[in-house]
């Protein structure tokens, strides 16, 4: 998919509200850049879409915390970082049901959750922007070869998709394909909730490449970049 095909890209942070609506799922963690599809079916859902799509377009995606199962349908505890998304192409179905394109616009640092006003959750919650390097640092560019040369050499093992050996040649900025690498490889939940916490480039390289290097047991790869839809 192309961006320029969306009908909603635009993001201004300086027009956020300070307040997001949650759609908080276990085990996904969302990062700037990516596109994530999904599928809306429980009721609470279907009342954020609608509010969603009828105002700002914008959804947070935070990870609940582990223990969350005894209360899903309640109010359990969720990371406090998590992916602000905005809704950029959508399909409401007969049923009242939703399938949607969720792209990720930024970080996001949750500070307090809502008194349960709606059916579905809200948060006060705070922009975090990326601290980039300057486009000719030379870590950075160090850093950018690096990476390339390490997430390729996960294509060739299998623990990322071959369809996305496309994103190593271009000249994406850092920022951008490493939250793309974070997103695609196969790595737990709280290895990428601490790529996703760390609003540093530079640093967040640095972590990155210190997981691809690692050590770890061999996953199953991620199938199409995008992955198909995911459900609430």
Not at 26 to 39: A, E, S, T, Y
Not at 57 to 65: G, H, Q, S, T, Y
Not at 74 to 96: F, M, Q, S, T
Not at 115 to 124: E, I, M, N, T, V
């Amino acid at each position: 998919m192309n961006p320029a095909d969306f009908e909603h890209v635009e993001f201004d942070a300086t027009e956020f509200s300070g307040t997001v609506r949650m759609f908080p799922i276990p085990n996904l963690v969302m990062f700037p850049h990516v596109v994530q599809p999904l599928h809306v079916f429980e009721e609470r859902y279907r009342e954020l879409m609608q509010d969603a799509v009828a105002t700002d377009r914008l959804i947070a995606m935070p990870v609940l915390k582990p223990g969350w199962e005894p209360d899903y349908a309640g109010r359990p505890p969720v990371e406090p970082w998590a992916c602000l998304g905005k809704v950029v192409l959508h399909n409401k179905l007969p049923d009242g049901c939703f399938n949607l394109l969720l792209m990720g616009v930024a970080r996001l640092r949750i500070d307090e959750e809502l008194d349960p006003l709606r059916s579905f959750r809200q948060a006060k919650a705070e922009i975090v922007a990326d601290i980039c390097p300057s486009a000719d640092n030379d870590e950075a560019i160090d850093l950018r070869r690096r990476l390339v040369e390490a997430f390729d050499a996960s294509i060739a093992k299998g623990d990322a998709p071959a369809s996305l050996s496309q994103l190593l040649d271009n000249e994406m900025p850092l920022a951008q394909l490493s939250d793309m690498v974070s997103y695609a490889l196969a790595m737990p939940a709280e290895a990428k909730l601490a790529l996703l916490a760390e609003p540093c480039v530079v640093a967040r390289t640095h972590q990155l490449l210190e997981l691809l290097g690692a050590s770890m047991p061999r996953c199953a790869a991620r199938g199409d970049f995008p992955p198909p839809f995911s459900v609430n």
